[in-house]
Nanobody, 127 residues
């Protein structure tokens, strides 16, 4: 059974940093692209970053490029999202999700294409 569990959310002031973690299990980690998606109150879910752990390819939404960094630890089946220079508009529930790595090439950050989701973690950025 595919399981993805996000953690690391919390309350941070604007300009601060947080690191989110996603623990993955139940599938061959190298076969998958794992990504971070978020949903702010009253807004549509948004794809923000993806990583293909087998070859290190990454993808970022323009809204987070240069501020967020995605990484993976293949030995631990973990994916991380380092979030720096946080803004109030980054406030959202953050989810990790995954699919076979060809989805990254075919669909990019289109969140509706990803079927395997974990529970989210809330990030609140205060002004």
């Amino acid at each position: 059974e595919v399981q993805l569990q996000a953690s690391g959310g919390g309350l941070v002031q604007a300009g601060g940093s947080l690191r989110l973690s996603c623990a993955a299990s139940g599938f061959t980690f190298d076969d998958y692209a794992i990504g971070w998606f978020r949903q702010a109150p009253g807004k549509e879910r948004e794809g923000i970053s993806l990583i293909s752990s087998s070859d290190g390819r990454t993808l970022y939404a323009d809204s987070v490029k240069g501020r967020f960094t995605i990484s993976s630890d293949n030995n631990k089946n973990m994916v991380y999202l380092q979030m720096n220079s946080l803004k109030t508009e980054d406030t959202a529930v953050y989810y990790c999700a995954g699919e076979l790595r060809e989805y990254m090439t075919k669909y990019g950050l289109r969140w509706w294409r990803y079927a395997r989701w974990g529970r989210g973690t809330l990030v609140t950025v205060s002004s």
